[in-house]
């Protein structure tokens, strides 16, 4: 844990993703959360539940912005179900060290900037190099209020 923030080492995973035009989180994260859904509840070739993970993984710019859902580990792209819908895409991460701010309550777009711009402002005091956009990390279910967490992930140059 650094000030205010922590450096993570995250693995390869399998998402399955959703981009669209949409720049900003409130643009995206009902439309892209449904379609993500759709997909995990049996909308897929085999008709076959896959079980929801957190966190819900959001990247926005001011190109577009995707929707991602990591799969369970059991699954890599060859033994996932085929999606429905052909604007859900099956894809592999590459591992990558990333800083990591934690903030509470229901993201928005407001509070989705201040985090990114405090945590761009750290690394920047501590010459750590950013190395990709800001990715927003949600872990709770809508109806749940209280104890809510939200993270804000910036790729980094890291040596262990």
Partial sequence: MEDGFEIRFYP???FATI????TNYKQVASSGFRKLADYIFGGNDQNKSIAMTAPVRMEMNEKGS???FVMPEKYDISSLP??????VEIKQSEEVYA??????GYANDEKINN???KLVALLQKKNIKIIGGFNFLGYNAPFQFLGR???IAIPIEWKE
């Fill in 82 to 87: 085929k999606p429905k819908d052909a604007n």
């Fill in 115 to 117: 985090y990114t711009n």
């Fill in 19 to 22: 981009r669209s035009t949409g």
């Fill in 99 to 104: 800083a990591v701010i934690t903030f509470g």
């Fill in 66 to 68: 995707s929707m991602s």
């Fill in 12 to 14: 390869r995973a399998t």
């Fill in 149 to 151: 967490k939200n993270e």
